[in-house]
């Protein structure tokens, strides 16, 4: 019967389960509708040894990222648009698997945050409040409750929020666009 299975799948009938890889274009039919690579791209991806999905925050993060700000102090377009685009689809391959549950508890904290400093109070007392997001992702990374690279993106743009401008005007803005894009590329599960 497998004869009449291929016969058909190449007359063009069925086969409608099938994907194209992501990465290098071949079809292939995944084990999850979510999966977007290919087997023999997907283990290229990782190290050897290492679970599905984790991979090295270097893959996902151009050099120098988060660097927000043009040399005319205008945040960059791509961390609206494909730089935040790529995040999202990344965490949404991400192994353990995440959660819009969790992007949209953090991103409330940073959003409070920006309120509060609309508000009137002096940035140098929302910094702290800001600071608490890396612990609590290293927590819950630690407890396979988010991916690393979910973790790897906090840490990284906590880090660069030294001032008012780059969390109002960068971080801020860059997490919206990466939450916005995470609704069609994380699937609660």
Not at 35 to 48: A, F
Not at 94 to 117: C, D, L, N, S, W
Not at 158 to 179: M, N, P, S, Y
Request: some cysteine; proline content about 7%; hydrophobic content about 30%.
């Amino acid at each position: 019967m497998p004869d009449m299975n291929d016969a058909v799948k190449k007359a063009g009938f069925g086969g409608s389960n099938q994907a194209k890889c992501k990465n290098c274009g071949k079809a292939f039919t995944p084990k999850e509708p979510w999966h977007r690579l290919c087997p023999e791209c997907s283990s290229k991806g990782r190290p050897q040894g290492a679970s599905p999905g984790r991979r090295a925050s270097g893959d996902l993060f151009p050099p120098g990222y988060p660097d927000y700000f043009d040399s005319y102090g205008v945040l960059r377009t791509e961390y609206l648009t494909s730089l935040a685009q790529k995040i999202a689809e990344e965490l949404g391959d991400e192994r353990p698997k995440m959660t819009m549950h969790q992007v949209r508890a953090f991103y409330g904290h940073v959003k409070r945050q920006e309120k509060a400093i609309t508000n009137g109070r002096p940035y140098r007392e929302v910094l702290p409040e800001i600071s608490k997001l890396k612990p609590i992702a290293h927590e819950r990374a630690s407890k396979d409750k988010i991916p690393t690279a979910f973790k790897d993106f906090i840490e990284r743009n906590v880090d660069k929020c030294k001032d008012e401008k780059a969390f109002v005007r960068g971080f801020v803005e860059h997490f919206q666009a990466v939450v916005a894009y995470c609704a069609g590329t994380i699937r609660e599960r």
